[in-house]
């Protein structure tokens, strides 16, 4: 534990953060210390509400209305908690800056990266807009922007979101900052564009001796980047220490569970006896956007003359990073999605672009899970009549009582309390969320389960336990899955077959154990570097 | 998996819903239950008032035309001599003495023509005056005593010009217009979530036929669709419902397919899709209960909205008729007589600007209650 020196940039002494909620007092943050000293990178690590982004807004005065502080935060000796908008602006932004997770809403689409970067400098007093203007040419290429000349004129929207967040970091860079708070920077990232943001940000650090702080969730990120780690648990700061000791030898015992939670395991590979649940040839999906009036239609395809072959009681993962045509396939083999060639044969049945009736007794079997558990369950139905919607439309003759004898028992089988069915989605965690979005598509007995990313939105260790269920559910009852995700560690914990999609074509396709063995094509390998997986 | 019988039979407690949490809100916005409180009060004296008032609304007091409003119970004390006077002139007959006492006119009177005890009548007849009697007639009929009770009355809000008593018009004109301002609003809202919802979900065609329909409806000058109403089917009160209802659902259509176009990319939606739960079920469980904030937000915005149409409609001569009226009728009238006569317009003023307050304080507060992120 290195002590408080006069190197300490920022210094967090004894904060606390409490919320006044309806509920009464919420305390977010109980008592902090953290310090920061010049040059070194620092990361604060914990999982969802343990308080960890709270802090750091306190320390910048950017709380919501209804939050209360106490404690000291200094910057460089003086106390900066509670002091005027005025006063916090001219550290705040210039020489302490943030980057925030979300790059597709942190800019605004109205104005020109070009206004959005010089806009802070002018008001900060120290550039006129001829200036800055310059200025923000030389950022853009500081943080590998290609042709920054002419993109510093382009819109947000024709920027990809790797992009966007390299403005994001140019903007908190172009006062000279000494500390760049980034908040979950790369958590909304592909994972490879994840590793080149990263390695920008080091490189950064390297050329201009700021101090970073790392707010996380992801371990991996921080064993690579950081010097000193803060593991923080429902508002306090459990263990710190070098990144080394802490990876090497955890004392808590939260901090080793948070290590210990990367999914492991593999799955055993189905005979190829078993009857083949779906088979689908050269499926391709188009959609279609208007150009204007008498104009061809422009034709994107999303996927592209894509087979697979999947047996019941097999996982096929599919892996590629966003835009990779991986959720379109998903739902193209559902017949969510209409299919512009190949065909999808479900049980002996081809099922392409099959009647509305036709299909209404297959979708009991054939199922989808979502990946944003707070999005997929509808805010105004309480838990029982989410899970058991389904049997309105499947098996109607029940009655309420049998319909809720069956929620019940698919809650239990989700190892969820069944008097919570009387509850409504927004009293869970997203682990829990994500129960009752697997319990739903349980109660009907399904045969073929697509997952779409369930476990992105989730928590290290809430992963791990979700995961677990899904294996479990699928030993039990049969199950066949196709699951799709970017998140390489998952996919290795839950499929024996695996597929690698980039652009809406197979790049490569195989046993899931020689593909993250040995990789054969540069794509997948560039995946699997960028993940840095550990040894299985 | 064992479900034993106790779990089935006692049911879990219920959770919290967003509408509890709602409610909660709402209950600890001050303005907010203030206006509540208000608009109740105001609805249960329109309700109740007009039984309890010792006037019926249409009752016209010929000698108290134009009083002000008090307290003090009319007539008032220096007002009863004259109209003795004025009554014993007309029946042609000249005062000799003249006693008030106690609520009662004791008179003796002479008159050139010979007194019988019918022309009691001539008193009873006055407003002011009640079990008139003529006693004592002497025996040349010339001269007599005459005693009179004196009714008296409270006109607490004044009267009209045709002397109406105020009070009781006030609060038959409320019932009248909070009657107007609920079910055309009801209508309006009933048809506009049924048809933006449909529309929005449905999508593609039938979108598009479903939204010119409105458009066309948009392009009808309001006063030509009403007129055009009254001339069909002849003044009526139920008219005013389909008129108001009839254009006032369009805006609410248009919000809720807006609402609806968000609502149907949501995952919920489409988890319901991929479940093969048919468009009527998603319409009914997902789409429709979560446009309903917007939609109870633009409610109390639209009460107030068709209570002033109604006034509108009525200060054209188009909307409820005479004895019936409603407050935009009274305001008219009072606007008219807002020289010496200002109470006429006041107390129905007051009454209809406190709803339409309370309405969008109420407004107000839903809205903060139900959008707690979009303060």
Redesign the interface.
């Known amino acids: 534990m290195s002590k408080i020196n006069e190197n300490t940039v920022l210094e967090i002494d004894t904060l606390k953060v409490d919320f006044e909620t309806n509920t009464g007092m919420v305390h977010a943050v109980k008592g902090v210390n953290i310090h920061v000293d010049s040059g070194e990178t620092v990361a604060i690590v914990g999982e969802s509400g343990s308080g960890k982004s709270q802090t750091m807004m306190a320390a910048m005065g950017l709380l919501a209305g209804n939050g209360i502080t106490h404690g000291e935060v200094r910057y460089r000796g003086t106390n900066i908690l509670g002091s005027s908008i005025r006063q916090l602006n001219k550290i705040r932004g210039a020489k302490v800056t943030m980057i925030f997770q979300e790059p597709m809403t942190s800019l605004d689409p109205l104005y020109t990266i070009e206004r959005q970067l010089c806009e802070p400098m002018v008001e900060h007093g120290e550039y006129t807009w001829a200036t800055a203007k310059k200025r923000a040419v030389e950022l853009l290429e500081l943080v590998g922007i290609p042709e920054p000349a002419r993109k510093v004129k382009a819109f947000p929207y024709e920027m990809s979101g790797g992009q966007r967040q390299r403005v994001m970091i140019a903007m908190a860079l172009a006062n000279d900052p000494d500390i760049l708070i980034a908040d979950e920077p790369t958590t909304a990232l592909d994972v490879t564009t994840q590793a080149q943001i990263l390695e920008l940000m080091a490189d950064l650090q390297k050329r201009l001796g700021m101090a970073v702080v790392f707010i996380t969730h992801d371990l991996g990120i921080v064993e690579r980047i950081s010097d000193r780690v803060y593991v923080m648990k429902s508002g306090e700061v459990v263990e710190e220490g070098n990144t080394k000791e802490i990876f090497g030898n955890p004392q808590h015992e939260y901090t080793k569970m948070l290590l210990d939670a990367e999914p492991t395991g593999s799955k055993a590979v189905v005979p190829d006896s078993n009857p083949i649940v779906l088979d689908a040839k050269d499926v391709r999906v188009e959609f279609e956007t208007e150009t204007g009036f008498l104009k061809p239609n422009h034709v994107l395809r999303a996927v592209n003359d894509i087979s697979m072959e999947v047996r019941e009681g097999q996982t096929l993962g599919i892996v590629g990073e966003s835009g990779s045509g991986k959720s379109t396939l998903g739902r193209a083999v559902l017949q969510l999605l209409p299919t512009a060639g190949g065909r999808v044969v479900y049980l002996g049945n081809d099922i392409t672009g099959a009647a509305k009736k036709k299909m209404q007794p297959l979708r009991k079997e054939m199922q989808l899970i979502f990946q944003d558990p707070f999005g997929s369950l509808s805010p105004r139905m309480t838990v029982g009549q989410i899970i058991t919607e389904g049997l309105l439309v499947h098996e109607p003759q029940l009655s309420a009582k049998e319909r809720d004898l069956r929620a019940i028992q698919a809650l239990e089988e989700v190892s969820m309390d069944p008097a919570m069915r009387n509850r409504y989605p927004h009293e869970f965690s997203g682990g829990q969320r994500q129960r009752i979005a697997i319990a739903r598509t349980m109660i009907l007995n399904p045969k073929l389960v697509v997952l779409d990313e369930p476990t992105s939105a989730l928590d290290r260790t809430v992963q791990k336990q979700v995961v677990e269920l899904l294996r479990n559910l699928q030993k039990e009852h049969g199950l066949t899955y196709l699951f799709i995700s970017h998140d390489l560690a998952v996919v290795r914990a839950m499929s024996d077959t695996v597929m690698v999609m980039q652009k809406g074509e197979v790049v490569e396709k195989g046993l899931a154990e020689e593909i993250f063995s040995n990789p054969k094509e540069d794509y997948t390998k560039e995946l699997l570097a960028a993940a840095a997986l550990k040894p299985a | 998996?064992s479900?034993t019988s106790d779990?089935?039979k006692e049911?879990?407690?219920?959770?919290?819903?967003?509408?509890d949490?709602a409610r909660?809100?709402l209950l600890?916005n001050k303005a907010a239950v203030t206006s509540l409180i208000v608009l109740a009060v105001i609805t249960l004296l329109s309700v109740v008032g007009p039984m309890l008032t010792p006037h019926p609304y249409d009752q016209v007091y010929r000698d108290y035309v134009k009083k002000p409003a008090s307290l003090e119970a009319y007539p008032k004390q220096d007002e009863i001599q004259p109209a003795f006077a004025k009554i014993a002139k007309r029946a042609r007959m000249t005062i000799d003495s003249y006693e008030l006492n106690d609520g009662k006119v004791t008179a003796t009177v002479t008159s050139r023509r010979k007194l019988d005890e019918r022309y009691a009548r001539y008193f009873d007849r006055s407003d002011l005056f009640e079990s008139a009697a003529i006693s004592n007639i002497s025996s040349d009929k010339k001269s007599a005593t005459v005693t009179a009770d004196i009714q008296y009355m409270h006109f607490y809000f004044g009267t009209d010009a045709n002397g109406r008593d105020m009070l009781t018009r006030t609060l038959i004109a409320g019932r009248v217009s909070l009657t107007i301002g609920l079910l055309a609003t009801f209508v309006a809202i009933s048809i506009g979530v049924f048809w933006g919802a449909a529309s929005g979900y449905f999508g593609g065609r039938v979108d598009l036929v479903m939204m010119r329909v409105v458009d066309i409806l948009y392009s009808l000058p309001f006063i030509f669709f009403v007129i055009m109403l009254v001339v069909f089917f002849g003044r009526n009160f139920v008219l005013m419902f389909i008129a108001v209802g009839a254009v006032e659902w369009l805006d609410m259509a248009r919000i809720v397919r807006g609402q609806t176009l968000s609502i149907k990319r949501?995952?919920?939606v489409?988890?319901?899709?991929?479940?093969?739960?048919?468009g009527g079920?998603i319409l009914k469980?997902?789409i429709i209960?979560?446009t309903?904030g917007p939609v109870v937000i633009y409610m109390t915005l639209l009460v107030p909205k068709v209570i002033l149409l109604e006034s509108f409609l009525s200060f054209l001569g188009l909307g409820v008729q005479e004895p019936m009226t409603s407050w935009g009728v009274l305001i008219s009238e009072g606007a008219r007589n807002l020289q010496g006569a200002a109470w006429m317009l006041v107390f129905p003023a007051i009454f209809l600007t406190s709803t339409l307050f309370a309405l969008n304080f109420i407004g107000d507060g839903l809205r903060d209650a139900l959008d707690p992120k979009d303060r």
Not at chain 2, 11 to 19: F, I, T, V
């Open positions: 998996m479900v779990q089935l049911a879990p407690k219920m959770g919290r819903s967003l509408w949490d909660d809100r600890a949501q995952e919920y489409q988890a319901a899709e991929a479940m093969g739960v048919e079920g469980r997902h209960p979560n309903l």
